[in-house]
């Protein structure tokens, strides 16, 4: 059977680790390669973060690309208090013997995106400088990409880097309005959703407890964003993890609404808010399909298949 042709642009990130691990473990899914930008951290640490994991999945023949090292405007803040000051948990690993491509992650998704026209899976699972680069240098872009599925947002406004907006909208809203307005239809998994799709802290001990190597170096990584959830939230959840999971099993997706989605980007207060019209009734009419419920017994499945480790390429 063809794999699909994967392209993830991410901001690793502990959450992102555990996604690109889903994607790499897929039995459908080929990982062409990673685009990295700043958004938890910066990127040289985001880049480190892409190339370690890899190499620790013994992956190392993906390409990581390094992209946008800022937003397209205006600076926000990080999110090491959620990821630590490296963006994995400050652990302190050895560094990684790979170097990043020479091609910056924009051009690379379009060199893809040509090479693989009309099969392409893009899944981003950061701020999305990246993509909104590739669209203004190239706005043919989307009608070459099969899927692309989104990491963010908050669609009734229960936010999470502010009362009303999720990471990595608020990073950069510049670029999610030039790729929310460029793409006719995409895949939205936003940080509601994201709550609804928690996980108590024995389970995760209990999938860590049944991998290896890449199992443990997972449970290390995450060690400090778990302390951190369990203060807030006393559930962990992995917004990325759930987006990466919609993207490689669409039909374990079991509730969604086809809506219009923009974003905010005036004012202090609600600026990177994603904004619906929940007053509209539904017709099939909007850039977004938002995900609202998907099978969480799947999503365990990938989770535990994630750390088990991906099959040999
Ligand atoms: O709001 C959650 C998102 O912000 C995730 O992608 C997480 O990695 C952070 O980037
Ligand atoms: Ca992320």
Redesign the pocket.
């Known amino acids: 059977m063809e794999r699909m042709p994967v392209w993830i642009d991410t ?1 690793p ?1 502990v ?2 680790a555990l996604a690109i691990l889903m994607a790499l473990a897929s039995p459908r899914h080929r990982v062409l390669g990673l685009g990295v930008a700043a ?2 951290v910066g990127l040289v640490h985001t880049t480190r973060n892409a190339i370690k994991l890899l190499e620790v999945a013994g992956r190392s023949e993906v390409p990581v690309h390094a992209g946008c090292d800022r937003p397209l405007l205006h600076r926000g803040p990080d ?1 090491a208090f959620v990821h630590g000051r490296d963006g994995f948990g400050d652990v302190g690993y050895a560094a990684p013997r790979g170097r990043p491509a020479n091609t910056h992650a924009a051009l690379a998704l379009l060199e893809l995106s040509q090479r693989h026209a009309g099969e392409l899976l893009v899944v981003t ?2 701020p999305l400088t990246n993509l909104a680069l590739a669209l203004r240098l190239d706005p043919g872009l989307p009608a070459r990409v099969a899927r692309l599925v989104v ?1 963010g947002g908050a669609v009734t406004g229960r936010g ?2 502010t009362p009303s907006a ?3 909208i608020a990073f950069d809203p510049e670029a999610a309005h030039i790729v929310f307005s460029a793409w006719p239809r995409f895949d939205l998994v936003d ?1 509601e959703a ?1 709550l609804r799709h928690g996980f108590g802290f024995d389970a995760f001990d209990r999938w860590v407890g049944e991998g290896g190597e890449l199992a443990r170096f997972y449970r290390d990584i995450s060690r400090a964003s778990r302390a951190f959830s369990a203060a807030r939230a006393g559930a962990w959840h992995s ?2 993890g759930l987006a990466m999971a919609v993207a490689l099993e669409p039909e374990a997706v079991l509730e969604s609404t086809v809506r219009q989605v923009e974003v905010e980007l005036g004012g202090q207060l609600y600026r990177g808010a994603t904004r619906v019209d929940w007053g509209r009734p539904e017709d099939g009419e909007g850039n977004a399909r938002i995900v609202q419920r998907f099978d969480q017994e799947r999503f365990v499945g990938w989770i535990r298949t994630a750390l088990a480790g991906p099959p040999s390429a």
């Open positions: 901001d990130g959450d992102d958004g938890n999110a699972l950061g990491m999470n880097i999720e990471f990595n940080w994201t917004a990325d």
